[in-house]
């Protein structure tokens, strides 16, 4: 990331895509880089507050009238002014939006979803500063993850991957100390990965180490080919002595989104196992 834009280039900015806006009234004009944290701000309502979003948000979700703010790691900062927002919300912290939000003298708050608990931190702020509610969520996801618990094999292996090129001798598995680590745990299920959180790259041997009872496949936007990939998988995954049928594929952008589709991707995972 490029270093933050000087307090005084900030301000000059701001004054000449349309001025500073007053530092009081109503917070109606949002502007938020995230998919994760634009996707749960349109489920707690507040679809009619963002004036803006990141382009990687804006293919994955329809935000009606919000105006394509470039992506986290080069916003549109002259767009983004443009639109006199009244706040600015990214996931992360990024110093160019922070010194653009400083110069104009609005809000700038950053979240984190790198685990489960900081998706609810995220509910709690928005739920703070714009009176929305995500109790239906909250109760929804709970409701979800006890049927699951119920009907899977308790403490069963799986394996998430990530990514992984079918045909290549290493993938990216989902860590402890993740979201999905998370997910996973209140299913029911034991995550097979490594020690230690993160994502890290395993390889076939690594994986055979693992023995996971069941390896579940992420393919987010390539819906297109799944037919060919979960055959592929099955086959690779098969030549290693892992049971074809205990491999699954699944496609969506949501499935590596925490948002407010938690329960989906639950549930998707959880069709690997039954």
Request: charged share 20%; net charge negative; aromatic share 8%.
């Amino acid at each position: 990331m490029r270093p933050g834009l000087p307090a005084a280039a900030s301000l000059s900015l701001a004054l000449c895509c349309g001025g500073v806006p007053g530092r009081t009234g109503d917070d109606g004009r949002l502007v938020m880089y995230g998919p994760s944290l634009v996707e749960l701000a349109m489920a707690g309502g507040l679809g009619d507050r963002l004036a803006g979003a990141d382009r990687f948000s804006l293919a994955a979700i329809d935000v009606p009238g919000a105006a394509d703010v470039g992506g986290y790691l080069d916003p549109s900062l002259e767009t983004l002014a443009s639109l006199s927002p009244t706040s600015i919300h990214s996931v992360g912290r990024n110093p160019d939006l922070a010194d653009l939000a400083s110069a104009l003298g609005i809000p700038y708050h950053s979240y984190s979803f790198d685990r489960l608990t900081d998706v609810f931190a995220a509910m709690d702020t928005l739920e703070r500063l714009y009176g929305c509610s995500f109790d239906s969520l909250r109760e929804g996801l709970a409701a979800t993850l006890d049927s699951i618990r119920l009907s899977v094999p308790r403490g069963a292996g799986i394996a998430v991957v990530i990514w992984h090129m079918p045909g290549d001798a290493s993938c990216t598995l989902a860590g402890r100390g993740t979201w999905i680590g998370d997910l996973v745990a209140l299913m029911g299920l034991a995550l097979a990965a490594p020690e230690g959180a993160g994502y890290p790259s395993v390889s076939l041997e690594g994986m055979i180490l693992l023995s996971p009872d069941y390896i579940f496949c992420a393919y987010p936007g390539q819906g297109a080919d799944s037919a060919r990939i979960t055959e592929s998988e099955k086959e690779f995954w098969g030549g290693f002595g892992f049971s074809p049928e205990s491999v699954d594929c699944a496609f969506g952008e949501y499935l590596l989104v925490p948002g407010a589709r938690l329960g989906a991707t639950a549930r998707r995972i959880a069709s690997c196992v039954r």
